[in-house]
């Protein structure tokens, strides 16, 4: 699991060799091992409204589960998940 972060609780499934932010990691002990990212299935249905007034833990998991990046204060994660998440039509 992810050590020295907020964990998510929430996350339904759990895959052998599946982190919580989609990447797996495949090989067996050795250095050259490939990393690759696996999409979550369902496409996060937020409004911006919602974004707007997300807690900043509730962010960092939602950015964590898609490999994104959880870095800055809470208004950067914000306008980073408006971005990545919603269609220039809701983005208005």
Known sequence: MMSGSTSCSNIPHTFSGLKPNGHQ???GGSSDKACYFQMPLH???YRKADYETMPEWKLD???SQYGLPVTGDINQ???FAMGAFLW???NE
């Open 88 to 90: 220039p039509s809701q």
């Open 25 to 27: 990691v495949s090989g």
């Open 77 to 79: 994660k914000r306008k």
């Open 61 to 63: 998991c939602l950015l």
């Open 43 to 45: 496409y996060p249905r």
